[in-house]
């Protein structure tokens, strides 16, 4: 009888946990808090993209190609090449 007591006390207190919770979930206080927490926070991005400091780009030319030719000793292997050969 005690057992079936104590799980009958542990079903109420989780469904009771999910029932309030869910209520305030609801809740107009809590959807007038969420949406003004969203405009704030609108605001707050236009702001911090109005004071932010832009940097010039000094990335101009930093990649040098080099042309293959520069080495002509070297020997040319092509992956499909080794396939074929393997065969």
């Not at 969420?34 to 605001?43: A, F, H, L, N, T």
């Not at 000094?58 to 050969?85: A, G, M, R, S």
């Amino acid at each position: 009888m005690l057992k079936e007591l104590k799980y009958l006390l542990y079903l109420f207190v989780i469904l009771l946990f999910f029932f309030l919770s869910l209520k305030y979930y609801f809740s107009d206080d809590n959807k007038k808090n969420s949406y003004r927490s969203y405009k704030q926070i609108d605001k707050k991005i236009v702001n911090y993209s109005q004071n932010m400091i832009l940097l010039k780009s000094d990335t101009i030319d930093i990649v040098e190609y080099v042309e293959k030719t520069i080495d002509k000793n070297k020997k040319n292997y092509n992956f499909w090449n080794l396939i074929k050969n393997n065969e």
